[in-house]
């Protein structure tokens, strides 16, 4: 397989990064903020599945000012607010719609939604989290027409390529939904990205390797990663508790070196916004516990890179 250049996204960082990629995008800092639009989930209401997936709290990534009795238009006011706080300087702000399933509605109910959120001062667009099943021609339009004057991604849950795992999991959907919703939301010209999980139950190593090729073939824009945590309030903690032999959790020296592994395969022009999950100690119910914030563990990834001289792509070869 042949290497490719170390600089191809133009940055001296071995991975194609979200700042840097805003940077070009928008010249400068630009913050997320979470908002929680009062949606619900078809995999708990009954369309998809009851119950959710087994490993998901919302409450366990929701920033605190996201309460969903207020309206859209507050909570991205007082998370600029808090934002300003933080991060002195900032070219503006997406509004991320991250809690649930942030297309399950009607086209008209989201179009007044999504409006409402890029009508507030220094909002550039918007980030759409949810899931391949919840999304048709109408609402891809709709999100389509707002995407021409506004940036837009919209970010699927695919957790995982394989339908044993989705199955495992109550995913309520399978692989081929999420490919077709990558490939129909890219040709409409919208920012497509992708959610996957690491550690479920029941992949190997090389099971989770092998995905960074079946992922790189997809027209995805923007990729995160995750590690399995076992959340409180969550059947995966139950089935932790019976049989935690059953997991095989990374620990964090672990966790670095699959990723190294995995980014090398991985295609170079997906902009990776993370490599892990960063949920409160309050939160966890057990296994392991790395102890370390987000930026710490993406600074021990950034060495390890160093020291095994690789990068994002550099075994990453394009299938035609
Ligand atoms: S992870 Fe998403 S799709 Fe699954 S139950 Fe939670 S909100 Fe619903």
Known sequence: MAEQSLYQWGTARRFNSLPDHFKKQFGGRVQKVSVNAGFTCPNRDGKAGTGGCTYCNNNAFSPSYCLVEKPVTVQIGEGIEFHKTRYRRSFGYLVYFQSYTNTYAGSSHL????????????????????????????????????????????????????????????????????????????????????????????????????????????????????????????????????????????????????????????????VVERFAGEVPLRFIAGGVRWGLRYDQVLGLFEQKLKEKDTWQGKYYSPVY
């Open 111 to 270: 179009r007044e939604i999504y409006e409402q959120a890029l009508s507030v001062p220094g909002v550039k667009g918007l980030v759409i989290g949810t899931r391949p099943d919840c999304v048709d021609e109408e609402i891809l339009n709709l999100i389509a027409s707002i995407a021409k004057d506004n940036y837009v991604i919209v970010e699927y849950g695919i957790e995982s390529c394989y339908n044993k795992t989705l199955k495992e999991i109550n995913r309520g959907h399978d692989f081929e939904a999420s490919v077709a919703a990558i490939r129909k939301t890219s040709e409409l010209g919208i920012r497509t990205g992708a959610h996957i999980i690491f550690g479920l139950p029941g992949e190997s190593r090389q099971d989770m390797l092998a995905e960074a090729e079946i992922l790189s073939a997809l027209p995805l824009d923007n990729i995160k990663f995750h590690q399995l945590q076992i959340v409180k309030d969550t059947l995966v903690a139950r089935q932790y508790s019976e049989e935690p032999e059953k997991f095989n959790l990374f620990t964090l020296e672990d966790y670095l070196d699959f990723l190294a592994e995995f980014i090398e395969r991985l295609n170079p022009s997906f």
